[in-house]
Every structure is written in C-alpha cells, then in structure tokens.
Nanobody, 124 residues
C-alpha cells in the first residue's frame, strides 16, 4: 500500500508560480506522477518521474513551464509550476505505481494509488 497526501494548491494570477508537494508513505513506488482534472473534463496526465534513475516525463501542454522532482530520502514528490495560465486551473492529483512502467507512464492505467487532490486556480 502507498498513501499519498498533496499540499500546496491555491489561487494565483496568470504568470505566477505554485509548488505542489506530495508526501508518500508506505511501500516504495516505482513511479509517481501528477494528473489534473478540470470541471467537465477527464483526468489528464501532467508529469511523471521514475523513482530509480529519476527520468521525467511531461505533457506537451506543460513542458518548459512545470518541473517534477523528488526527494527519495523524504519520500516527497514536487511539481513546480511556473508561468501559470488560466487553463491550468484544475484539481491536481498525486499518483503512485508499484508496477514496472514504460510506455504507459503517461496513462492513468498503471497508477494504483491516488491522493485526494489539491485545487489550483489561476485567474486571468
């Protein structure tokens, strides 16, 4: 089992920055990711990081603006979000997988553990 708790959401103006944190406890994940869901939309992939090696993956919509990172010692994953846009407004979810993931790292399927989500609102 893996337990996840997100923090760091809030209200920010367009062009601003926020840093989301995800605290993991329990068994070690093989990969962790951030997804987001806006009202009326499906939950979509934002970014992922492999626990061993630290390889990172991003959605095209956030590449160059968002950075995912981790602290293995503290079992934390972070999402630094810069140059935020109103279309980034959503509930952001932390997710974890204990499976071996390769081609499906950007899909929801391999992630068995999810946090409760944190709201990010970007005003124009």
């Amino acid at each position: 089992q893996v337990q996840l708790v997100e923090s760091g959401g809030g209200l920010v103006q367009a062009g601003g920055s926020l840093r989301l944190s995800c605290a993991a406890s329990g068994r070690t994940a093989s990969a962790m990711a951030w997804f987001r869901q806006a009202p009326g939309n499906e939950r979509e992939f934002v970014a992922a990081i492999k626990w061993n090696g630290g390889a990172t993956f991003y959605a095209d919509s956030v590449k160059g603006r968002f950075t995912i990172s981790k602290s293995s010692a503290e079992k934390m994953v972070y999402l630094q979000m810069n140059n935020l846009k109103p279309e980034d407004t959503a509930v952001y979810y932390c997710a974890a997988s204990r499976r071996t993931i390769n081609s499906t790292i950007r899909s929801r399927e391999p992630y068995d553990y999810w946090g409760q989500g944190t709201q990010v609102t970007v005003s124009s």
